[in-house]
Nanobody
Framework: QVQLVESGGGLVQAGGSLRLSCAAS????????MGWFRQAAGKKREFVAA????????LYADSVKGRFTISRDNAQNTVSLQMNSLNAEDTAVYYC???????????????WGQGTQVTVSS
């Protein structure tokens, strides 16, 4: 199995930046496409960004395109989400997810982290 642990969440003012990290267990990290999802209070979980196994292909939700950047380091078994120009609508619990195969924008992922809270003050 794959275990995922997110970190880097916190409180930030509107217009600021945060960088989230996700550490994965195992030696087969490169076999998994990785994604970031978020869930705001009272709302359903939504797709944020995804990255292919080799890191050459990325996908973004329209709401974060141009502001967020997903990246991965297969040597360190980590995936990151750089978040810039944050606004109150970005406030949510952010989850790291892994999927055997291609990166997708749905929540059809095999492994999930525990989530990390991001709060943007306005």
């Amino acid at each position: 199995q794959v275990q995922l642990v997110e970190s880097g969440g916190g409180l930030v003012q509107a217009g600021g930046s945060l960088r989230l990290s996700c550490a994965a267990s195992g030696r087969t990290f490169s076999n998994y496409a990785m994604g970031w999802f978020r869930q705001a209070a009272g709302k359903k979980r939504e797709f944020v960004a995804a990255i292919s196994r080799g890191g050459s292909r990325t996908l973004y939700a329209d709401s974060v395109k141009g502001r967020f950047t997903i990246s991965r380091d297969n040597a360190q078994n980590t995936v990151s989400l750089q978040m810039n120009s944050l606004n109150a609508e970005d406030t949510a619990v952010y989850y790291c997810a892994g999927r055997a195969g291609l990166a997708v924008t749905t929540d059809d992922y095999d492994y999930w982290g525990q989530g990390t809270q991001v709060t943007v003050s306005s």
